[in-house]
């Protein structure tokens, strides 16, 4: 409450400290916050994949080997909180997100700066607190869903700071969807209209619509889970006359929503890039639109497919089978209506493109397999092996990751004024789409044979699948290294790229890069047409560059 | 709430932005009390289906007394009008009358959350007797944690409404009414809570 | 444009041939054992044809796009400015929702056929005390079934082994051995934890959850020795949560079942 009723002290900015501390301090400006989002999020990218490769090595022989069983599990519960929590959630709604949004409204921040730096800086300690509850008594060993009763049976600390942790990451998230959802409502520039926003915009405020909605579920349910662990109350507790099942509905009634949580701005983003390097309008805008509501709308109903094998009643397997296939629907529009913006364009192939392209063939390989899962006699046999494993990987790396690094190569100039190398981009895009593919494809035919997920040992037969998926992971692990070294070649001698090196059309692109502390020197521009390429207009502005 | 825009954009139109300015600051507590609906819903929604499908052992009390809940229920609504009152007051400037209303309001808070713990004290079952037991005092404890809340904004809305040297004046008045619509959600909460737990 | 059209139909026509020669040739499943399998791979194959139309499909025109529409170093400008086509956008709505559409349907068929939609309260009478609330599971057998001669076990799963009580000969096994074409009817509960019966071969899971006892039917077809996995995070040994079904012929199972008959703990 006291964040809303600050009073205005206008002249704080010029207090904020410059150069690369900022990037420490707790600055208001959405640009210095989109930055810390995203490096704060890869670096727990880097600890989640190295938790990932813990868990690759250990199945690379089907004996329980390179780590006793309980670390494994706990390696596998934070591999999943972390990627999820502190990685994707953060990086492609707060990192993309506040650095983007103003500018896309015209703005010079975000409604509300304060409660954005709160929003943050909460990341940073939860997610200490999370990885250094391994080095206490041993972090939470019940899997990233914390199913009672056996997150009540583990060891106690490990869970509760696991709790504590995720509710102050729901949090953050909350504070920063409420600020998007202020920020594109009631903080356009006047005479910017709604259905003249770049598409990300939308996808950011249906995003941040599931997140107000859902994500105070999941903090409710996981307070009754403390109460469980620390007080002894029976909500989810068997013995005590409670109900598992209810916290399964609970969690995924968040937890589904989640998953969109992570998808749709992926989509949003895309939308920016492909225009741009294929030299033609976004196909459909008023379509692509009213599929971003149909997913959210269709996201919100549809969780108990989670649990078709959890003692659901045949009605709601019905419902929820019908309801979950639809969501195929508007999804499908958007993957044609991207490939409709590809089709007799003038594409620039680069990294930003390759990834984005990666993506589409990715997500359309989970999106199928999705519709798969959905269906009741289907998910049976799969639910909970390494099929349900193969498909989400499709869908938040081969998607969202995917769409995450095209979107660093498409802003760095934006952000540093500096070129990245094409090169190491491309090798970067070989490198980590082959070693993805390597690793999750075959992971499929693992989980239709028989080979439940969250295991440390398995049938001796998978070895062969096994191995190939753990080369797989190595790959990924390798595509870093081009990456990194991308960014700091990039930084310290990238050829400087101009204000506008994509001759893009969307707002960010109309200032300087990077960007004056207001983001515009005078007023914003109002853009009407973000996509308007092939236009007159669009050509008027080739011409004026070059 | 520092804004750039706002303050920058202030010097070309001050009124018109100004009220722009306030406008979001109460769409984003909007916002706010949506999110923290759906916590209750979360509880409501727990607690409907334990009662639907987990019976509770033999021998078990969940027999609910209903005066005190009750008296708490006017107690609450009646605070509503006083706050209400309160902010009309402050409208017309008139610093103690909106004084003596959030003092009414907050004192009607406080005799809300000593009837909710003398109910605690008085009921034939503990936190963790049976599931109903345990939804109970979730639930009540969770709506009483928010009336806490509402009731220490409030007695700092009185330290800040007083007279000359107060920070929240008639031109300044979205610190009230953020904590008017805080407080009249939590009320609406408790009516829907005490139909759904003492009622049905 | 008719020699367009022609490549377009060729195309098209190549995709879906591979599609249905994959489908019906790469087999991705394990043995069918039960009843349920052939059924399931049914919808599989359905579905797994359809995934792979839409994937090559797309996958295609992602490639053949990259290619034919990328920017040539003499060229300058930028594309058609297309925004948009409403027809073509009406019919990647509706075909794709008439797809899915059927696609439901026909796995609420399949669902039907496996028994998932059978009420379970009603069938199960005879296994369970009327006060006892049965939760969920498949069910395969129908309330004539029940009297006549399928064989109930009632399995108890825990940290970390499955447990296998024959109530008829009173004796408790580690394996599960089930006569090959009986129905096999199991109450499963769990005494700690959340588990789940997997038994890939015969495409069927089933949460086992504490305090909700579960229905799952099978009748199996095939004589030999599968896996019984755990299929829900348990503990640190649920890698290692495993057991066995035997299935075989009636009379090695009778044998087997006279022999262990009151005894205590056959492993």
Redesign the interface.
Known sequence: MTILIDSPDSNNKSLQPKGWLRYFSFSLDHKVIGIQYLVCGFLFYLIGGTLASAIRIELASPISDFMPRDVYNQVLTLHGTIMIFLWIVPVVNGAFGNYLIPFYVGARDMAFPRLNAVAFWLIPPSGLMLVASYFVEGAAQAGWTAYPPLSITTPQSGQIIWIMSVLLLGGSSIFGGINFIATIIKLRRPGLKLMQLPMYCWAMLGTSLLVVLSTPVLAGTLILLSFDIVAHTGFFNPVLGGNVVVYQHLFWFYSHPAVYIMVLPAFGLVSEILPVHSRKPLFGYTTMVFSIMGIVVLGLVVWAHHMFTSGTPPWMRLFFTIATAFIAVPTGIKFFNWVATLWGGKISINSAMLFSCGFIINFVFGGITGVALAQVPFDIHVHDTYFVVAHFHYIVYGGTVFIIFSSIYHWFPKVTGKLMSEKLGILHFAITFIGFNLCFAPQHWLGLNGMPRRVAEYDPQFQFVNQISSIGALLMAISTIPFLLNIFLSIKKGKDSGDNPWNALTPEWLTSSPPPVENWEGDAPLVEEPYGYGKPISQENLIKKT | ????????EIKKDDSELNE?HE???M???I??L??????????F??YL??KA??P??DGAIYELELPIPTLNTILLLVSSATFHKAGKALLKNKNSDTQKWLIITALLGITFLICQLFEYFNLPFG??D??FA??FY?LTG?HGLHVT?GTL?ILIIYWQTRPKEG?ITSQNM??LE??EL?WHFVDGIWVILFIILYLL | MLNKNLYLILIISTVFGISFWIGFNVNLLPAEASINAPIYDELFKILFIIGLIIFIGMTIAVIYSLFKFRKRKDQIGDGIALEGNLSLEIIWTIIPSIIVLIIGLYSYNIYDRMGGMKELNHSHEMMTSNTEKIWAGISQVSNNDIASNNLSVEVSAMQFAFLFNYPKGEFISGELHVPVDHKVSMKMESKDVIHAFWVPEFRIKQDIIPGQPTILNFTPTKVGKYPIICAELCGPYHGGMRASIIVEEESDYKDWFNKNTKTEVSL
Do not use: Q
């Open positions: 709430m520092t804004t750039l825009n706002s303050s920058k722009h406008d979001f600051r769409f984003g507590l916002t706010f949506i999110a923290d609906g759906m916590t209750f819903a979360g509880f929604a727990a289906t334990y499908v987990n509770l052992p936190l963790i049976n599931l345990s939804t979730a969770f809340l904004m920070r979205f610190p953020a904590v805080y």
